[in-house]
């Protein structure tokens, strides 16, 4: 995956495209723009009835835009949904450091419940 990255500013390095990112598992690339395989290329059609959702995204997250996009989209569908961004963490930094971070892991399983019970 490393060297499906291209260089940008400041020595960091940006996140491969979900295509990119497919490669290894999809060589061929049949499933490439598959909106059941990857959400961020559904149309407005392809969400229109879906249940509410929740969207959960890590800040230093190469997946966070593509959640945010996810979460607009559904909203333009008219899904019910909501969405949070996790500061200052990397994919999954609330629940992989759950013990270090105790507060914002229970923070996330406070929202996601909140979420859960409102429906």
Known sequence: ???????FGLG???PPSPV??????DALRGHATNP????YFATSSDLEGLPPHVISVNQLDPLRDEGLAYFRKLLDA???????????TCHA???????????????????IKGFADSL
């Open 1 to 7: 995956m490393l060297a499906a990255m291209e260089p």
């Open 12 to 14: 960091l390095l940006a």
């Open 20 to 25: 990119d990112a497919a490669s290894p598992i």
């Open 36 to 39: 059941l395989a990857w959400p």
């Open 78 to 88: 008219g899904v019910r949904a909501v969405s949070r961004t996790v500061n200052g």
């Open 93 to 111: 930094g609330d629940w992989i450091f759950r013990e270090a971070l105790a507060d914002v892991y229970l923070a996330t399983v406070h929202d």
